[in-house]
């Protein structure tokens, strides 16, 4: 299901590190964020899980599995609003 765009929602992606104080990734990355939904699409594409996982969408909190399997659809929906 992909969100109206009328309603005013804008989808959101963020891009975050582990590490204090992050490593100065920001500024390159912004600059690449064509790539970066491209490589983020085709890693939760093939990615074996059913649901999502933390592997390709993060953690999932759905307790039942079609709600889980919403999350890996919707993470390509909203990925697919950026191209």
């Known amino acids: ?3 109206e765009r009328t309603r005013g929602f ?4 963020y891009l975050y590190d582990n590490y204090p104080g992050g490593i100065g990734q920001s500024e ?3 600059s ?3 790539a970066l939904i491209d490589a983020a699409g085709n890693l939760i ?6 649901c999502g996982c933390p592997a390709c969408v993060g953690p999932v ?6 709600a889980r ?9 909203a990925l ?3 191209i």
């Open 1 to 3: 299901m992909e969100p």
């Open 10 to 13: 804008t989808p959101t992606i």
């Open 28 to 30: 390159p990355l912004f």
């Open 32 to 34: 690449r964020v064509a």
């Open 45 to 50: 594409a093939s990615c074996d899980c059913t």
């Open 61 to 66: 909190l759905a307790v039942d599995e079609a």
């Open 69 to 77: 399997r919403a999350a890996k659809e919707l993470a390509l929906s």
């Open 80 to 82: 697919g609003l950026f």
